[in-house]
């Protein structure tokens, strides 16, 4: 499928349309003239910008704009079961039942321990009971994390072993925290950020917010450990996801190093074991 | 923001018309999913602010062949259709996990879905960093969703060939 790097249809749709950009049209232009054997494109129009121009002429004679705009205001407004059904938001196919169930689960883990389950005594060392950053004590944000099995859920303690396949639901309390931030490294060093979803979203939270991360994550085959790292900070400030993600992914031993964060910074971690 | 839909309709109709074609290779098909594609962009009309209509149309038209294929069952002709059938009927994990806010999330942070997501990567050949870019996500994050996905596939492909 991509082993010609063909460019892919949409930035070539986009293109005919004048939906790009000046930098991102430049760079398709250039990958298209290089699928062609050209310099530049405009030296000869793309063939798949001829056929793109051609099948709008024909799409739109044979379906014309006023009445399909007509067949789909029609099809909006009355709401047709085929639609609801062919379109369904993911919710929306969850029993209600379900989703009572999931929120009564929530609530039997309830209250978090005050020990600091998330500490960890495997992962413990004295230079990690040492680091400033390192917090075990009451009252503060805590990671929760329940592995699914056919007999339910199973809350996971840090040494608690899984394997490639299983699929960990992840839950915080928030606390006192107003910034916050999940993060997990495995055995091969591979980073994955949980919370938020994407590098560039605010790590902002409520404090005292309970939350469950939406979307389970699958452990793969990544050999001994699976590390998650609950940052957080009680400043208006955003934390820097992509340093401490640096800087995680800089620990030298991944399993058991302490992490060293600027001040503002507390963390606690749990390590699930392959 | 109010959607002029003939407007949108001659500008991205064709567009989603070529994308219904190219996933569902079924004429009849192939239109009522246009169709379904507009119905969504009218549901999603206030997305259109924050990104290019192209790009919004092409996702949303995508989803919804998808949704169709799984709901079909088509027949297998190339390796492309037979990869597709497999995105559109594996199990995502998302599935099986319920969160008490997981609806004011989805409104609020417009998740795409990961088959979607797959579809862009494995189907029409972008890398990972132009999908995050298309979707908005972390490449972490694309990556994250895709894993369970190929081991699926992965594992399907193991059974095929058995």
Partial sequence: ?274 | MAVDVESYYTQFGPMVLRRCRHLLKDEESAVDALQDTFVQLLRYAERLNDEAPSSLLYRIATNVCLNKLRSAGRKKEDADTDLLHKIACAEMPEERFIAANLMNKLFAKHRESTRTIAVLHLLDGMTLQEVAEEVGMSVSGVRKRLRPLKSQLAELQRSNLE
């Fill in chain 1, 1 to 274: 499928m991509t082993e010609d790097k063909r460019t892919p249809d949409l930035w070539v749709e986009q293109l005919a349309a004048g939906q790009l950009n000046a930098e991102k049209e430049a760079m398709v232009r250039k990958r298209l003239a290089a699928e062609n054997g050209l310099e530049r494109l405009d030296e000869r129009l793309d063939e798949r910008l001829d056929d793109i121009a051609r099948s709008n002429e024909a799409i739109l004679q044979e379906y014309p704009a006023r009445q399909m705009a007509a067949l789909i205001r029609s099809r909006s407004e009355a709401r047709l079961p085929k639609m609801g059904m062919s379109f369904r938001p993911i919710w929306y196919i969850i029993p209600a039942s379900a989703v009572a169930a999931a929120a009564a689960l929530f609530f039997i883990t309830a209250p978090f321990h005050q020990s600091g389950v998330s500490t960890g005594t495997s992962a413990q060392s004295a230079k990690q009971l040492s680091d400033n950053n390192y917090i075990g004590i009451k009252g503060t944000p805590q990671l929760r994390i329940h592995k699914q099995t056919q007999n339910g859920n199973i809350s996971i303690k840090s040494g608690d072993k899984a394997a490639p396949g299983d699929v960990l639901q992840l839950k915080f309390n928030a606390s006192t925290a107003k910034q916050l931030m999940i993060v997990s490294v495995d055995g091969r060093g591979a980073v994955t950020l949980h919370y938020p979803e994407a590098e560039n979203e605010s790590t902002r939270v409520t404090p005292g917010a309970k939350t469950s991360l939406p979307f389970g994550y699958e452990l793969d085959d990544a050999p001994r450990f699976e590390r998650f790292f609950l940052i957080w900070s009680e400043t208006d400030q955003d934390i820097d996801i992509k340093k401490v993600m640096k800087q995680v992914k800089a620990l030298p031993n991944a399993e058991h190093d302490a992490l060293h964060l600027n001040s503002s910074l507390k963390y606690k971690d749990v390590t699930v074991k392959k």
